[in-house]
Nanobody, 114 residues
Framework: QVQLVESGGGLVQPGGSLRLSCAASGFIFSTYAMAWYRQAPGSQREKVAVIMSTSRTDYLDSVKGRFTISRDDAKNMVYLQMNSLKPEDTAVYYC????????WGQGTQVTVSS
């Protein structure tokens, strides 16, 4: 049974930091590209960051220099370190795994507000 379980969301003030975690199970984690998506109310889901099985990374332009995606294949974990958070980063953040099949987590809420 495939599971992606996100954690680490919450309420943070502008300029603050959060670290999201995603625990994966039920598939060969090291062979999958792992990504974080987000969806704000009234908006389409967008890809925030991706890390390939080779550890190559790519980011949404608006988060470059502020967010860092990483993976630990020994622990089947993927992380998103978010620094210098802005109100426009407020969204539900989803963990995604993709190779031949695609899997989604249930999402974790991130709210950036003073």
């Amino acid at each position: 049974q495939v599971q992606l379980v996100e954690s680490g969301g919450g309420l943070v003030q502008p300029g603050g930091s959060l670290r999201l975690s995603c625990a994966a199970s039920g598939f060969i984690f090291s062979t999958y590209a792992m990504a974080w998506y987000r969806q704000a109310p009234g908006s389409q889901r967008e890809k925030v960051a991706v890390i390939m099985s080779t550890s190559r990374t790519d980011y949404l332009d608006s988060v470059k220099g502020r967010f860092t995606i990483s993976r630990d294949d020994a622990k089947n974990m993927v992380y998103l370190q978010m620094n210098s958070l802005k109100p426009e980063d407020t969204a539900v953040y989803y963990c995604n795994a993709k190779r031949l099949q695609e899997y989604w987590g249930q999402g974790t809420q991130v709210t950036v507000s003073s």
